[in-house]
Structure formats: structure tokens, C-alpha cells
């Protein structure tokens, strides 16, 4: 997700924890000074450890998720882990393989078109197919407004 995306869903930036190291207690400090230093120093490791644990599990996801040539060059040889965060290794793989060129983008829109809208199922199903393809055209760097997306024909 993008700081502009994320910007969308939370009115607050983003910024990973870092470990807040070991914790210091000067001298002269109070025993409810230090009761609280020990707590924020506890719950800033334990918000660290928590970012670290989501980032290695979103990280195995991606490894399950992608074949594993499409990783080699990102793969630590020693360890056989991949190198970076996340967000890293998604930059990685759009910029190496993401390339979605203007037919494919056309031919996206084409599927669009050719949507053909069941009232038996849910009418998300084309604010879905919609928002897949607002996606993909930002993906392929030819953005389109929401008052575009809102003229996208689909057959009735």
C-alpha cells in the first residue's frame, strides 16, 4: 500500500516501530518513575515484536504465494531467506515482473465491458470487477478518476 493509500484508510502516517533497545533507568529516578519507564519500555518492544511477526508472516505468504524463480535474485544464499521488508520485495517484484503493458490494459477493460451482471448474485460483484480494473490501470501507470470509472459500460 501506498503512503497515498494508507493515507485513505488511516488519518495517522505509518511509522515502524524500531527496537527501543535496552532499557535505561537513570539514577535518582523514583520507584513510579521507573514502574513507568519499565512499561512504556515494554510495551514499545512488545509493538516491535508484534511489526516484526506480522512482517515475517506476510513474508512467508510471498514465498508461498510466488514461484520461486520469480525470488532468486532477492534470496539471501546463505540463509535462504529473502532480503528486505515487504514493502520491498513487492517494490521488487511490481518493478522486475510488473510491467502490465497497454494491451493488456486494454484488454482488462475489454473484460469490463463484457461484464454481464446476474441479479441473483450480490451487486458488488461489479463494484468488485470495477475497482479490479481502477487497480490494474493505476498498476500500469494510466491512473483513470472516479468519474471514468463511474462511465465504464458493462453490458446489462
Known amino acids: 500500500m501506498t503512503a497515498t493509500q494508507y493515507g485513505l484508510v488511516s488519518n495517522m ?21 521507573s514502574q513507568v519507564l519499565r512499561e512504556h519500555h515494554k510495551e514499545q518492544l512488545r509493538l516491535f515484536q508484534e511489526v ?54 486494454e484488454d482488462r477493460e475489454q473484460e469490463l465491458r463484457n461484464l454481464s451482471y446476474n441479479p441473483r448474485l450480490p451487486i458488488d460483484v461489479v463494484f468488485n470487477a470495477v475497482e479490479d480494473y481502477i487497480d490494474f490501470a493505476e498498476l500500469a501507470l494510466q491512473p483513470i478518476s472516479q468519474r471514468q470509472s463511474i462511465s465504464k459500460p458493462t453490458s446489462s
Open 13 to 33: 502516517a505509518f511509522v515502524r516501530p524500531v527496537h527501543p533497545g535496552t532499557l535505561l533507568i537513570p539514577p535518582a529516578t523514583t520507584a513510579a518513575q
Open 52 to 105: 516484526e511477526g506480522v512482517e515475517k508472516a506476510l513474508i512467508q505468504q510471498i514465498i508461498k504465494s510466488v514461484e520461486a524463480l520469480y525470488l532468486a535474485a532477492i534470496r539471501d544464499h546463505v540463509s535462504n531467506s529473502l532480503t528486505g521488508t515487504v514493502q520491498q520485495i513487492l517494490d521488487y517484484l511490481q518493478t522486475v515482473y510488473g510491467q502490465i503493458s497497454p494491451q493488456m490494459l
